[in-house]
């Protein structure tokens, strides 16, 4: 079982930067890979960015690609990330996840473990 918290979301003008932070409970923190999700008002919830289990392999949706960064710290049990160039289209509800898969994927199915989620909003 993991509970994973996020924090560090707020408001923004556009092209500021912000970063997050996903707070995970358990001795095995480094067993999962992690993923940030995010979803807007009255859409569907979206992948942005996803890292292995050691922090060497990471993935990023074409909207964020060059803009977000995603990270690990195992010995602290958390992952980050990192976000500049914010768009007001980057307004949503971001949340990190956890899967017990080899592979760190882009599917909202693929995650066991859930945050509540933290609101980033970004001004024009």
């Known amino acids: 079982q993991v509970q994973l918290a996020e924090s560090g979301g707020g408001l923004v003008q556009a092209g500021d930067s912000l970063r997050l932070s996903c707070a995970a409970s358990?001795?095995?923190?480094?067993?999962?890979?992690m993923g940030w999700f995010r979803q807007a008002p009255g859409k569907e919830r979206e992948f942005a960015a996803a890292?292995?289990?050691?922090?060497?392999?990471?993935y990023y949706a074409d909207s964020v690609k060059g803009r977000f960064t995603i990270s690990r710290d195992n010995a602290k049990n958390t992952a980050y990330l990192q976000m500049s160039s914010l768009k007001p289209e980057d307004t949503a509800v971001y949340y990190c996840a956890a899967t017990s898969r080899v592979v760190a994927t882009v599917r909202v199915s693929d995650y066991d473990y859930w945050g509540q989620g933290t609101q980033v909003t970004v001004s024009s």
């Open positions: 890292i292995s289990r050691s922090g060497v392999n990471t």
């Open positions: 358990g001795r095995f923190f480094r067993s999962y890979a």
